[in-house]
């Protein structure tokens, strides 16, 4: 008698552990799809080289064109779509002149 509740004490402790060891295993979490980075504020743009002396690389957004003033060297690659976040400079100019100049304040890259 005392040899089957051993027995059964050990088969329920190992059930614990493995439900214990199933249950902490952490989720891959994926990238977050379309509707959180709109309902977020972001936009999507194409990174554009326009192929024009003193112009750096401008985002592309439907058919408005602006000029980021920090566009890191990660993500200035052309022809490559971003969600991006940004706000509009105010009494800034450039000598490129292909849109108003703005300052990124996030971006992530469209996978």
């Not at 509009?88 to 996978?111: A, F, L, P, Q």
Request: positive net charge; hydrophobic residues 40%; contains cysteine.
């Amino acid at each position: 008698m005392e040899k089957q509740n051993s027995s059964g004490r050990i088969r329920m402790l190992f059930i614990g552990l493995i439900l214990i060891a199933l249950f902490s295993c952490s989720k891959k979490t994926s990238a977050p799809d379309d509707s959180y980075y709109i309902n977020n504020g972001f936009q999507k743009a194409i990174i554009y080289n326009p192929g024009i002396a003193g112009c750096n690389l401008v985002l592309k957004i439907d058919s408005l064109t602006y000029e980021p003033l920090n566009l890191s060297t990660e993500f200035s690659i052309p022809d490559k779509q971003v969600w991006i976040k940004f706000h509009k400079e105010k009494n800034s100019m450039s000598s490129c002149m292909m849109g108003s100049i703005v300052t990124i304040d996030d971006i992530y890259w469209i996978k």
